[in-house]
């Protein structure tokens, strides 16, 4: 499902399933977190992070999230995804996340999550090798997408 975009910003798509719904009849707030963590690997695996990744041993792992929601999204709905990375560390990165609806390209929500990179043997954080951190280009505040337009200015849309 993923849709690949310039490397810095990365849509990934999704159809909500039926399994993503809960009690009150929207998508679960755990399931934001869930697509966080697709979207990202997505990204990771387009720019060739995964790879560079494995190969130091390493993995990323989330220490903090954060989701800000707007409006319920229910089943069948097409989400895009659009993730960046916002800061780069020694050893952490901040990823920011845009939720919009396919069809009438709403925010529905807004996430960020703080990554750490972390030793694959002792599961402590160890500095980002620069051939890892190199993959990523860090989007400044000033272009961050904010919403379906800024997303056309960007060229994504």
């Known amino acids: 499902m993923k849709d690949r975009t310039p490397p810095a910003i990365h ?4 159809v909500i399933p039926d399994t993503a719904i809960d009690a009150n009849g ?4 755990v399931e934001y977190v869930r697509l966080m963590q697709a ?3 997505s990204h990771a695996d387009a720019t060739g992070c995964t790879t560079a990744t494995t190969a130091a041993s390493a993995s990323w792992v989330v220490r903090s999230h954060h989701v800000e929601y707007f409006q319920p999204t229910v089943a069948g709905d097409q989400l895009a995804v659009i993730t960046w990375v916002s800061t780069l560390r020694k050893a952490s990165s901040l990823r920011k996340y845009l939720f919009l609806q396919e069809a009438d390209r709403v925010v529905v929500a807004r996430g960020e999550t703080n990554w750490v990179f972390v030793d694959s043997r002792t599961g402590r954080p160890k500095s980002i090798p620069e051939d890892v951190a190199s993959l990523f280009d860090v989007v400044p ?4 997408p904010r919403d379906w337009q800024s997303l056309q200015a960007l060229g994504i849309a």
Not at 26 to 29: A, L, P, V, Y
């Open 11 to 14: 849509r990934y798509r999704v």
């Open 26 to 29: 929207h998508m679960n707030n």
């Open 39 to 41: 979207a990202a690997i």
């Open 141 to 144: 505040e000033v272009r961050e």
